[in-house]
């Protein structure tokens, strides 16, 4: 776990215009920065980057946040590696808490290895593009296959030369531990002697989302007897199979752009498809999907497409991690590709343009299809027919979500129809199954904190309009003024932080639960004699905080600068210079919202059954809270009301 002087240190440092820029070409316009959103096609510039609120907000998609929000948004980040991220930029030494010393030893072993995968990869790409055995066997293998080279360099492609040890020797002279040697798989030891693993083969290195090398699939040129096809990277500290997907790290911003992913199985299918400007695409390496590699590709987009063969092996792969898939709530089609060709083929087939019209024409429900294929096997075998309806009813029961009832309803009902089943009979078997599944789910152990994955990214952040009723934009109104003026003094006694706080007391004027967690933030860290400030919320770790603080935050009324350029003299207070006021106004709102509320309450008390004392009692108090209502109504008209 960083420690949060660590923290402190990166978010001092880290300059928003700084990171984006890196991301973004932007140009100064007024008090902000504006460039083409990242995150949506457009061709007119709404993507706005305020360095004095540290936030973003493209007014286009409505996509908004702060400097780790877009690192975790553009770059698929968790919190963590976002704020790592900072931390090499800026040269900050990230210091470690609550890490036991297992801990930091994997994290050091992992550190190496990527290293040592950095350094293998340099090495297998000079022995490409650099030595004669590698243009003449390797790279006219490669161009033959019709790849260019900007994209073998894109994917970083590399060769490994027929020499029993040349990696082996280069490596050792590095002084590279043999051990982690070892363990990277790139070489291994025969008769006491390190030798190359990958000898005569194309290098695929696979990258982490992040862009690191953490593994190399190696894949044979031509045929030769009794050598597997591939050899990948053996399961270590960086590279576990069951969370890969080749590409990921290429595709990423394709992906998030179209909305859509395309699921291929091998390492050449995304490169070609890459090639057509087809890029929103992985590889799944021709495995079962898992758990964790839907969990990457729902990171990106909820809708998945597979690309398979048609053949029979390829139905069979397309349909092997659907429960999964369904589970995890992706919308999935599968496509075919026909006679006996695969992506990589196709796509030089048909072309770019030819290749996207298939896909687009050739989707198919995979749910739906999946039951034509059991059907069309099952024939007249009502055996068969029955595990058909077990087989289809079982993954219509994974649409367990409230958001997917609608979808539920039409699988239950177009399912019924070919199966020539009764629809209520099809819905009581899917029903019977979730039940199931809750209550085996109900009786499993909950993950301990170190077994549970980082929080998912959020679609996109909440969006303030005019549609807030006036009760709660004065309810953000003043969370905002305790952030921003908090620590500024109110009178000779009170700063600006005690008045809110003493005014709200155990939460009587901010009633949305949200804000409430904020202001209780606020009043723990003031109590505790910090000097908390929007930065504090801004990059809060949960991530829903700092949603929120963006929100309150917004930039898109910021007072232009050019107003202090003008020639001519133009005096425009800014809130800063009048927060009394704004304070003052919004306060008086709320108490006036409160005292309100106690007259209705009262109200309806005197039209209860009540005896004459009480009566008299409350009569009093609704001549008390109606004088305070005038009172507040009055003060209303004399302070400025936003």
Same mark, same amino acid.
């Given at each position: 776990?960083?420690?949060?002087?660590?923290?402190?240190?990166?978010?001092?440092?880290?300059?928003?215009?700084?990171?984006?820029?890196?991301?973004?070409?932007?140009?100064?316009?007024?008090?902000?920065?504006?460039?083409?959103?990242? #995150?949506?096609?457009?061709?007119?510039?709404?993507?706005?980057?305020?360095?004095?609120?540290?936030?973003?907000?493209?007014?286009?998609?409505?996509?908004?946040?702060?400097?780790?929000? #877009?690192?975790?948004?553009?770059?698929?980040?968790?919190?963590?590696?976002?704020?790592?991220?900072?931390?090499?930029?800026?040269?900050?030494?990230?210091?470690?808490?609550?890490?036991?010393?297992?801990?930091?030893?994997?994290?050091?072993?992992?550190?190496?290895?990527?290293?040592?995968?950095?350094?293998?990869?340099? #090495?297998?790409?000079?022995?490409?593009?650099?030595?004669?055995?590698?243009?003449?066997?390797?790279?006219?293998?490669?161009?033959?296959?019709?790849?260019?080279?900007?994209?073998?360099?894109?994917?970083?492609?590399?060769?490994?030369?027929?020499?029993?040890?040349?990696?082996?020797?280069?490596?050792?002279?590095?002084?590279?531990?043999?051990? /982690?040697? /070892?363990?990277?798989?790139?070489?291994?030891?025969?008769?006491?002697?390190?030798?190359?693993?990958?000898?005569?083969?194309?290098?695929?290195?696979?990258?982490?989302?992040?862009?690191?090398?953490?593994?190399?699939?190696?894949?044979?040129?031509?045929?030769?007897?009794?050598?597997?096809?591939?050899?990948?990277?053996?399961?270590?500290?960086?590279?576990?199979?069951?969370?890969?997907?080749?590409?990921a790290y290429q595709a990423r911003h394709a992906i998030d752009k179209a909305n859509e992913c395309l699921l291929v199985e091998g390492y050449t299918d995304v490169i070609s498809l890459h090639q057509a400007g087809i890029e929103n695409v992985m590889a799944s390496g021709g495995t079962a999907l898992t758990a964790d590699q839907l969990r990457l590709i729902r990171k990106y987009t909820n809708n998945l497409t597979i690309l398979y063969d048609g053949d029979a092996a390829g139905v069979k792969a397309a349909m092997r991690g659907l429960d999964l898939a369904l589970e995890e709530g992706l919308n999935v089609r599968l496509v075919l590709i026909p006679d006996n060709e695969d992506p990589d083929s196709y796509?030089?087939?048909?072309?770019?343009?030819?290749?996207?019209?298939?896909?687009?024409?050739?989707?198919?429900?995979?749910?739906?299809?999946?039951?034509?294929?059991?059907?069309?096997?099952?024939?007249?075998?009502?055996?068969?027919?029955?595990?058909?309806?077990?087989?289809?009813?079982?993954?219509?029961?994974?649409?367990?979500?409230?958001?997917?009832?609608?979808?539920?309803?039409?699988?239950?009902?177009?399912?019924?129809?070919?199966?020539?089943?009764?629809?209520?009979?099809?819905?009581?078997?899917?029903?019977?199954?979730?039940?199931?599944?809750?209550?085996?789910?109900?009786?499993?152990?909950?993950?301990?904190?170190?077994?549970?994955?980082?929080?998912?990214?959020?679609?996109?952040?909440?969006?303030?309009?005019?549609?807030?009723?006036?009760?709660?934009?004065?309810?953000?109104?003043?969370?905002?003024?305790?952030?921003?003026?908090?620590?500024?003094?109110?009178?000779?006694?009170?700063?600006?932080?005690?008045?809110?706080?003493?005014?709200?007391?155990?939460?009587?004027?901010?009633?949305?639960?949200?804000?409430?967690?904020?202001?209780?933030?606020?009043?723990?860290?003031?109590?505790?004699?910090?000097?908390?400030?929007?930065?504090?919320?801004?990059?809060?770790?949960?991530?829903?905080?700092?949603?929120?603080?963006?929100?309150?935050?917004?930039?898109?009324?910021?007072?232009?600068?050019?107003?202090?350029?003008?020639?001519?003299?133009?005096?425009?207070?800014?809130?800063?210079?009048?927060?009394?006021?704004?304070?003052?106004?919004?306060?008086?709102?709320?108490?006036?919202?409160?005292?309100?509320?106690?007259?209705?309450?009262?109200?309806?008390?005197?039209?209860?059954?009540?005896?004459?004392?009480?009566?008299?009692?409350?009569?009093?108090?609704?001549?008390?809270?109606?004088?305070?209502?005038?009172?507040?109504?009055?003060?209303?008209?004399?302070?400025?009301?936003?």
């Amino acid at each position: 776990m960083i420690s949060q002087h660590t923290i402190q240190q990166i978010l001092s440092r880290t300059d928003i215009i700084d990171v984006v820029g890196s991301f973004v070409k932007l140009k100064k316009r007024g008090a902000n920065y504006l460039g083409l959103c990242p #995150f949506h096609n457009e061709k007119t510039p709404s993507f706005t980057v305020s360095a004095t609120k540290e936030i973003y907000k493209c007014f286009g998609c409505g996509r908004s946040g702060n400097t780790i929000s #877009f690192l975790m948004e553009h770059e698929k980040h968790s919190y963590v590696e976002a704020l790592r991220w900072l931390a090499a930029r800026y040269n900050v030494e990230v210091e470690e808490t609550q890490a036991s010393p297992e801990v930091l030893q994997q994290r050091q072993t992992a550190d190496s290895l990527q290293i040592i995968n950095q350094f293998a990869r340099q #090495f297998f790409s000079r022995q490409l593009f650099e030595t004669e055995e590698g243009q003449a066997v390797a790279l006219s293998y490669l161009k033959e296959r019709g790849f260019r080279e900007e994209i073998i360099r894109k994917f970083e492609l590399g060769y490994s030369p027929a020499q029993r040890d040349a990696f082996a020797k280069e490596a050792t002279q590095q002084q590279y531990s043999r051990e /982690l040697l /070892l363990k990277t798989g790139i070489v291994v030891e025969r008769n006491g002697m390190l030798t190359d693993n990958y000898r005569e083969r194309i290098i695929f290195p696979i990258h982490s989302n992040t862009g690191k090398v953490i593994g190399f699939g190696a894949r044979i040129i031509g045929k030769k007897e009794n050598a597997p096809k591939y050899i990948n990277t053996p399961e270590n500290e960086v590279y576990v199979k069951s969370k890969i997907l080749y590409g990921a790290y290429q595709a990423r911003h394709a992906i998030d752009k179209a909305n859509e992913c395309l699921l291929v199985e091998g390492y050449t299918d995304v490169i070609s498809l890459h090639q057509a400007g087809i890029e929103n695409v992985m590889a799944s390496g021709g495995t079962a999907l898992t758990a964790d590699q839907l969990r990457l590709i729902r990171k990106y987009t909820n809708n998945l497409t597979i690309l398979y063969d048609g053949d029979a092996a390829g139905v069979k792969a397309a349909m092997r991690g659907l429960d999964l898939a369904l589970e995890e709530g992706l919308n999935v089609r599968l496509v075919l590709i026909p006679d006996n060709e695969d992506p990589d083929s196709y796509v030089n087939k048909l072309g770019a343009e030819g290749f996207r019209h298939f896909i687009e024409t050739s989707k198919k429900d995979v749910i739906l299809f999946q039951l034509e294929v059991m059907l069309k096997d099952a024939g007249n075998d009502s055996v068969r027919k029955a595990a058909a309806v077990q087989t289809i009813a079982e993954s219509i029961s994974r649409l367990s979500k409230a958001e997917d009832f609608t979808r539920q309803q039409d699988y239950v009902k177009r399912s019924a129809e070919l199966l020539k089943i009764d629809e209520a009979g099809l819905h009581a078997l899917v029903n019977k199954l979730i039940r199931e599944r809750i209550s085996k789910q109900e009786g499993f152990r909950p993950k301990a904190p170190e077994e549970t994955s980082a929080p998912e990214e959020a679609d996109g952040l909440p969006e303030v309009t005019e549609l807030l009723n006036r009760d709660e934009q004065h309810e953000r109104a003043l969370v905002r003024c305790l952030i921003e003026f908090g620590m500024l003094p109110w009178d000779e006694e009170h700063t600006v932080a005690r008045l809110i706080l003493e005014a709200d007391g155990d939460g009587e004027l901010v009633e949305n639960e949200e804000l409430r967690r904020m202001m209780t933030l606020y009043k723990e860290w003031y109590d505790a004699e910090l000097e908390p400030s929007m930065k504090s919320f801004l990059y809060h770790e949960d991530r829903a905080i700092s949603q929120l603080a963006v929100t309150l935050n917004d930039i898109q009324h910021q007072i232009s600068l050019r107003w202090k350029e003008a020639p001519y003299e133009i005096n425009v207070p800014t809130r800063e210079e009048r927060y009394r006021e704004e304070i003052q106004s919004v306060l008086t709102y709320l108490r006036l919202r409160k005292i309100k509320a106690l007259i209705e309450e009262n109200q309806r008390d005197m039209e209860q059954p009540q005896t004459p004392d009480q009566l008299a009692t409350l009569i009093r108090t609704h001549q008390h809270l109606k004088s305070e209502e005038i009172r507040l109504t009055r003060e209303l008209g004399t302070v400025i009301f936003r």
